[in-house]
């Protein structure tokens, strides 16, 4: 029963997305659904495209390992990026009307920055992609109890991501995320409250967590553990702001308030259903006690999944397998969507500028289709990496990268072509020195390579004042 309901629910989402697959007719339609879509739609998106495969299992197995403060990357910096941008980025990019983020940086910078930023976009996506095709072969390989191995369950659930993406674009994203919003805020809902019943109730699990000193969120208020705090807080809050997936949800809006707002309510509501899986495999303490030690050793990953098959009742596994499909599924088909939009509109657009608009639709199909193939290997070669690293990694490079010059081109004037080449050259090259060297250990990198960044288009900016600098109009869309 429990893999007929998964294979229902997948058949489903396909029939779905093909449906809506029916209103793309041009790549403005695919790339940003047209500029269609409702506030109820634009905060389903957003929060779904979230709530991934790290939400249901990396995050849980991070708090089991080190406790709240080991978060701050995610959910509390994945949260307050989607607030960030409701409140200071929506309004001001909404205006432009650009099908990529790195429309923006050709328009203020010019085309090499265009093209930088958008290998850093493209680069980055394959970890948080793998992430999600990695946990969709363990959920396989968990319903088939092993038959099917988790190799071959992420080739299963690359098809299915796959083929409501390739046809319908953000129209089909943006539409089945909305319905596994729902899916999940339902299923995780009712797994907490029966897992919580069964303990006894929310205060002994709260007190099982607290009696392990896994409830504070600041480190100790010494130099070093603050600042590595707070370099990985801001990895995914800040790494994530330059990318195409946020900004083709504030793009995809139907007017200027619901891109900002969508994402506002997104954040915020990311934050508190993110603390739902961790509740739930902290009841572990309770319904297992002799068994957590040892897993929490051997892989935390595992927790969850072994918490709802061996210790709850039949019904939970129904909901985890709904919940979890739906996290990941949203995340997967919005990342893969990402970088082929990027791609065609910001790389291969170069080479070939008379390409018609029915051409470059296609071609961001065969981008999706080759990016998801890309991934899947990236996944098999990345076995045994955890969920939480391969997410956490992959906003880095943005985040010294591409995120000051978003930032100074929005905000700042007088922020020019030479201010941009040489804060990405500067932040990347000392982000480079400190992961290479011993300086990561005394000083995190990424803050090191931020800090850089600003420097350098402040110093970029005021020696190199003739060239780029100007502000973007807005236009009809796209070139």
């Known amino acids: 029963m429990l893999i007929l309901f998964v294979t229902l629910y997948l058949l489903a989402s396909i029939a779905m997305g093909l449906w809506f697959a029916r209103r793309v007719?041009?790549?403005?339609?695919?790339?940003?659904?047209?500029?269609?879509?409702?506030?109820?739609?634009?905060?389903?998106?957003?929060?779904?495209?979230?709530?991934?495969?790290?939400?249901?299992?990396g995050i849980p197995a991070r708090f089991l390992e080190s406790g709240l403060h080991e978060t701050a990357e995610d959910p509390w910096g994945a949260s307050l990026c989607l607030i960030l941008v409701g409140l200071f980025f929506s309004r001001r990019l909404y205006k432009l009307s650009l099908l990529t983020i790195n429309d923006y940086y050709r328009e203020r910078y010019g085309v090499a920055v265009e093209l930088f930023c958008s290998a850093v976009s493209v680069v980055s996506y394959l970890g948080w992609v793998a992430a999600?095709?990695?946990?969709?072969?363990?959920?396989?390989?968990?319903?088939?109890?092993?038959?099917?191995?988790?190799?071959?369950?992420?080739?299963i659930g690359s098809v299915v991501v796959l083929f409501y993406t390739i046809f319908g674009g953000m129209w089909s994203v943006a539409v089945t995320d909305f319905v596994q919003m729902i899916v999940i805020v339902v299923c995780l809902t009712a797994i907490a409250w029966i897992a919580g019943n069964l303990a006894g109730g929310v205060s002994p699990v709260l007190e099982a967590a607290r009696g392990r000193e896994m409830l504070h969120l600041l480190p100790p208020l010494e130099p070093r553990p603050l600042l590595f705090f707070l370099a990985s807080g801001i990895t995914i809050m800040l790494g994530s702001i330059p990318q195409q997936d946020i900004f083709q949800r504030v793009m995809s809006a139907k007017n200027a308030d619901v891109a900002v707002i969508g994402p506002i309510l997104g954040g915020v509501a990311y934050l508190g259903f993110s603390f739902i899986p961790m509740f739930i495999v902290a009841t572990g303490f309770l319904l297992m006690p002799d068994d957590m030690g040892a897993m929490i050793e051997r892989d935390p990953q595992q927790v969850l999944p072994t918490l709802i098959m061996g210790h709850m009742p039949e019904v939970t596994k129904v909901l985890f397998f709904g919940a979890l499909l739906s996290a990941i599924m949203s995340t997967a088909s919005s990342t893969i969507l990402a970088p082929s939009t990027v791609l065609v509109q910001n790389v291969l657009k170069h080479l070939r500028p008379q390409m018609s608009d029915h051409e470059e639709l296609a071609l961001m199909r065969v981008t999706v289709f080759a990016f998801t193939l890309l991934v899947l290997g990236y996944s098999i070669a990345m076995q045994g990496t955890s969920v939480y690293e391969l997410v956490s990694n992959s906003y880095q490079v943005p985040l010294v990268g591409a995120f000051v010059p978003l930032v100074c081109g929005l905000y700042w004037k007088r922020a020019s072509n030479g201010g941009a080449v040489t804060s990405i050259l500067l932040g990347l090259g000392t982000w480079l020195l400190f992961m290479a060297t011993s300086l990561g250990q005394a000083f995190p990198q990424q803050l090191a390579g931020l800090i850089m960044a600003g420097v350098g288009m402040w110093l970029g900016s005021i020696f190199f004042t003739t060239s780029g600098g100007a502000e973007p109009r807005p236009t009809a869309g796209g070139r």
């Open 25 to 57: 007719h041009n790549s403005a339609d695919y790339a940003v659904a047209g500029r269609a879509l409702p506030l109820s739609i634009i905060f389903g998106t957003t929060f779904a495209t979230w709530f991934g495969s790290e939400t249901v299992i």
């Open 132 to 155: 999600q095709i990695s946990a969709l072969g363990i959920v396989f390989s968990l319903l088939t109890e092993g038959a099917v191995s988790p190799i071959a369950g992420a080739c």
